[in-house]
């Protein structure tokens, strides 16, 4: 069993920058693939960005290519993302996820375990 915790969340405004952090427990961590999702109101959730278990890749929804980077301290047990440039239409609830495949995909059916989310804000 892998719990996730998401911290980081907040108000900010148009073009400032955020920086996510998910908490792991479990000591499979470094196998896991890690992935962001966001959940606006009223819309289905999607993803944002993934890497593999070991960090030597990354995929990014196109929404956020070249704002968002995804990294990962496998000692710490955390992945973190990256925010800059944020927009209006990136409010959102941002979830962490962990893929005990292990090799990275944006595909939300692909995760087994899920943090509570972190509320994003972003005022014009």
């Known amino acids: 069993q892998v719990q996730l915790v998401e911290s980081g969340g907040g108000l900010v405004q148009a073009g400032g920058s955020l920086r996510l952090s998910c908490a792991a427990s479990g000591r499979a961590f470094n196998t896991f693939a890690m992935g962001w999702f966001r959940q606006a109101p009223g819309k289905g959730r999607e993803s944002v960005a993934a890497?593999?278990?070991?960090?030597?890749?990354?995929y990014y929804a196109d929404s956020v290519k070249g704002r968002f980077t995804i990294s990962r301290d496998n000692a710490k047990n955390t992945v973190y993302l990256q925010m800059n440039s944020l927009k209006p239409e990136d409010t959102a609830v941002y979830y962490c996820?962990?893929?005990?495949w292990g090799a990275g995909t944006l595909n939300l059916s692909g995760y087994d375990y899920w943090g509570q989310g972190t509320q994003v804000t972003v005022s014009s």
């Open positions: 890497i593999r278990w070991n960090g030597l890749a990354t």
């Open positions: 996820a962990a893929d005990r």
